[in-house]
């Protein structure tokens, strides 16, 4: 053990560090696998392929309007054609659409010419305008029989009731939520299953299909929204993929005669989420850091209460984490000076014992005892804060918080790339400037930690701007502690 096995630790952190960001860290940390054995699904493609493929919708519109959102329910089928969100806008200003263009919740039966009755019923509809909802009954017949689907829609929430009575018919929806939403690869996006200890990720690499029995919740959610069906009667769900990202759920009921459920359909904020119990908050994938991602998003709306601009959140955030982890960077610090000043002794130990490596080895290894010096020591506040750094990085990633907010000038979203690359390339300066002034332990290791700052520039020029102003604050902070550091400690 040497001072250059301690430089190559370093820089091969650095580098894993960055390689992890580049290679879609977080969708290669979060998922999860399920290995038991699903029941045989209910559901076939061929079934539902005429679900899938319907385009046109030949009933009539019902629009209902909340305080949350413009709903669009179609009388054939009583297919929800529309779900807009009127707090939320997409990219292009306009209210969030968060149905696909062929519509939620389509009717599924066991039976293939069930399935094509009711989803070419034209329903009766009936609007019902109460103090904290409005529900929508549809009434139709289906071989004499009387089957009523009905739509409730909370005034003031994110949440909607389904329920279908009189037919042994359950809902489909996909394959998107949200599908105007922004992609991204570093967070999962698709199918999610709760069955009451786990939530599930589902991807379906090498399978088609897959039936859960009796899940608490199943969610189709984007990066920033999500649509979650909470069953309130026994089901089976079957996802099926038809694409990259593309999805459909279909969920059965086990009472012939009755399919009952609530959902919510909107942003998926945490606190939100969290207040409807069930572990919706499970809708947003923080990875296997989210124990450390959550307190910092607490802390971050915390300051943003105070002064609400999420850029001065980020910054306060920044220090606080700083100021956390100081003592640890102060004796990593001092760590690396003391190996700096055993430079020449260490030097004439290799000399003197050049012929010997077991004796030199041994003799660098006394000469640290006797200095109580770790040539590791410099790596240890490295390695206790790449969990923070994760769990911080994952959160700017997926916090809906930051989706168009403003910082100041030319940052008018903290969740899209900075447009003239302006924090990325102040960030690679301020990083260079920061290994400049990190006390060197062996020239040849300081040309590869001067190549690290030109690494990280280019991985995060199309990284979200909140991301990229924690980092350059980040380094900023840093430089003053190293000043700090030499001139005071």
């Not at 046109?56 to 009388?75: F, M, S």
């Not at 006390?439 to 930690?449: A, I, L, V, Y």
């Amino acid at each position: 053990m040497d001072e250059q096995k301690s430089s190559l630790l370093i820089f091969a952190l650095s580098l894993g560090l960055a390689l992890l960001l580049y290679y879609y860290f977080g969708s290669h940390l979060t998922g999860q696998h399920n290995k038991q054995v699903a029941p045989k699904p209910q559901v076939t493609a061929n079934q539902t392929e005429t679900v899938r493929k319907r385009a046109l919708l030949k009933g009539e519109n019902i629009k209902v309007e909340t305080e949350k959102y413009i709903a669009v329910i179609n009388t054939q089928a009583g297919v929800l054609k529309s779900l807009k969100l009127k707090e939320y806008k997409d990219d292009n200003g306009k209210p969030m659409e968060l149905i696909s263009p062929k519509g939620f919740f389509w009717n599924i039966a066991k039976e293939k010419d069930l399935t094509e009755t009711a989803n070419n019923l034209l329903f009766s509809p009936k609007v019902i305008n109460k103090k904290d909802k409005v529900v929508v009954v549809l009434k139709g017949l289906i071989d004499n029989a009387t089957v009523i689907k009905k739509y409730a829609f909370y005034e003031k929430e994110y949440r909607f009731d389904l329920k279908i009575e009189g037919a042994p018919l359950g809902i489909s929806f996909g394959p998107q939520t949200a599908p105007k939403d922004r992609e991204s690869k570093y967070s999962f996006v698709g199918p999610l299953v709760y069955d009451g200890q786990k939530v599930k990720e589902i991807k379906l690499e090498k399978e088609k299909s897959k039936a859960f029995k009796n899940p608490v919740w199943v969610a189709l959610q984007s990066l920033y929204f999500t649509v979650t069906v909470i069953p309130k009667e026994p089901v089976t769900a079957e996802i099926e993929k038809i694409g990259k990202h593309k999805f459909y759920i279909y969920l059965l009921p086990e009472k012939e005669e009755l399919f009952a459920s609530w959902g919510f359909g909107g942003p998926k904020k945490y606190d939100l989420l969290k207040s409807y119990g069930l572990k919706l908050e499970e809708n947003i994938r923080f990875g296997i850091f989210g124990v450390i991602s959550k307190p910092l998003l607490y802390l971050m709306n915390w300051f943003y209460k105070i002064i609400p601009n999420y850029g001065v959140a980020i910054i306060f955030l920044t220090i606080i984490i700083k100021i956390i982890f100081h003592p640890l960077t102060v004796k990593g610090y001092k760590s690396m000076n003391k190996m700096k000043e055993l430079q020449p002794l260490i030097q004439q130990i290799r000399e003197t014992y050049k012929n010997d490596p077991n004796r030199m080895n041994q003799e660098i290894m006394e000469l640290y005892k006797k200095h109580k010096v770790n040539p590791f020591g410099g790596c240890l506040p490295m390695l206790l804060q790449i969990p923070v750094f994760f769990a911080l990085y994952k959160l700017l990633m997926v916090s809906i918080e930051l989706r168009h907010a403003p910082f100041i000038l030319w940052i008018t979203d903290l969740s899209a790339k900075d447009p003239y690359y302006i924090t990325p390339v102040l960030m690679g300066v301020t990083m260079l400037v920061q290994q400049l002034l990190t006390p060197g332990q062996d020239p040849s290791q300081n040309k590869f930690m001067l190549a690290m700052p030109i690494i990280f520039t280019i991985i995060f020029l199309n990284f979200p701007s909140g991301l990229c102003l924690y980092f350059l604050v980040s380094n900023i902070l840093s430089i003053i502690e190293q000043l700090l550091i030499k001139h005071v400690y």
